[in-house]
């Protein structure tokens, strides 16, 4: 029988486009500060710490969690593991961690994704021959088979011409996710999740947009006379973000004043040329597991990699359309990648927090090859 798993912590850093205001930093010197921030707010012991797990799409090897573990001052002795499912990372990252506590393998995980689109080093391809490609590549590919692995802006186009979700849909959605996140700032709803950087303390790209604007923005691809505009996709960019996940027997021991229930996640792999509907796939699944009826839910964080993946992905999951990213989306903050899962959780763990106790909320996000992940949280006590 699984042990039951709570979220005592969640911190992130803010969300900075590519070569801005982090593109300074590498991954440790991003996921570390956050990772203390959040160790801070759990009122844990750096020695209570059984594993460290964070996401990463881009940093090119070399166990970027490690790095962080030891430049944030944790014990040598503290293991530490990344793991890299592209854009589902972050959110698969506090899954695994939540898992080994289920097993009681774990009774305290940091977890969560880190990304720096700015200093991800460029990438070669080598031929059987052992021939190094003269050009650098932008990603490896996702699936064996080159007419199956579009690039993910002509993926979303062809879903936009699939679905009927045309480019004012798209745009007004984009608008929304834009006004939603400076009514947030506004009214102080990030001051509990942000952790301030010399020279930036707050998600740099959300701005005030029209549906003019977004449909002048430049065209990124185009199916059946349906055009994806840059406007409506989330711009690359630089953040971290991490959660405490502890066990109960750990809880009763280090008693904490505010925390959320893990109560269930699932993974599903659907078509890799429609990965943005990847995220259906495994919340209808997750919902089918835990009996949840996903219509009914409070609060849900759904990734906005592209507004036609969101509105897609909140219709065919049948989600009310007023509780899905309340505070804004990565349209509006932008989207690092290994990190953007881990944030959606942050997110939906601070949302549910101003819900009464017992209120549900949905994490899910997608990934290029067509995987998806979905995470279910309740606002509870022990």
């Not at 991003?30 to 759990?42: E, K, M, N, T």
């Not at 090119?60 to 962080?68: F, K, L, Q, S």
Request: aromatic share 4%; proline share 6%; glycine share 10%.
């Amino acid at each position: 029988m699984s042990r039951p798993v709570w979220l005592v912590s969640a911190r992130r850093s803010p969300v900075a486009p590519r070569g801005g205001a982090l593109a300074a930093l590498d991954v440790d010197q991003l996921a570390a500060p956050v990772l203390q921030a959040a160790l801070a707010d759990a009122g844990v012991p750096a020695s209570g710490v059984d594993e460290v797990i964070f996401g990463n799409g881009l940093c090119g090897g070399g166990n970027p969690a490690r790095r962080v573990t030891l430049l944030a001052g944790l014990s040598q002795e503290t293991p530490a593991l990344t793991i890299d499912r592209q854009c589902c990372s972050g959110l698969d990252a506090i899954v695994l961690g939540a898992r080994l506590i289920e097993s009681g393998a774990a009774d305290c995980v940091l977890a969560g994704g880190v990304e720096s689109y700015s200093r991800a080093p460029e990438r070669h391809a080598v031929d059987s021959q052992g021939t190094v490609s003269p050009g650098p590549y932008a990603r490896p590919p996702f699936t064996p088979w080159a007419d199956r692995d579009p690039e993910m802006a002509e993926a979303a186009a062809a879903l936009a011409c699939e679905a009927g979700i045309d480019e004012a849909r798209q745009a007004a959605w984009t608008v929304e996710s834009h006004e939603k996140a400076l009514a947030a700032e506004r009214a102080g709803r990030f001051s509990g999740e942000l952790v301030a950087f010399p020279g930036v303390a707050r998600d740099a790209y959300m701005r005030k947009l029209s549906i003019a604007t977004c449909r002048r923005s430049r065209p990124l691809a185009q199916s059946g006379g349906h055009a994806l505009h840059a406007a409506t996709a989330a711009v690359s960019a630089d953040a971290a973000a991490v959660v405490c996940l502890v066990s109960q027997r750990f809880l009763r021991k280090n008693p904490s004043a505010a925390f959320c229930r893990f109560d269930g996640a699932a993974c599903a792999g659907g078509d890799p040329t429609r990965p943005g509907l990847a995220p259906v796939a495994a919340a209808s699944k997750l919902a089918r597991a835990t009996a949840t009826d996903l219509r009914a839910l409070r609060v849900a964080e759904v990734m906005e990699a592209y507004a036609v993946q969101a509105i897609a992905c909140v219709e065919g999951l049948e989600l009310d359309r007023p509780g899905v990213n309340r505070s804004g989306g990565a349209l509006a903050r932008g989207h690092p990648i290994g990190a953007s899962g881990a944030i959606l959780a942050v997110r939906l763990f601070h949302e549910l927090r101003r819900e009464a106790e017992g209120a549900q909320g949905l994490a899910a996000i997608a990934s290029a090859g067509g995987l998806g992940t979905a995470v279910l949280l309740r606002h509870a006590r022990a």
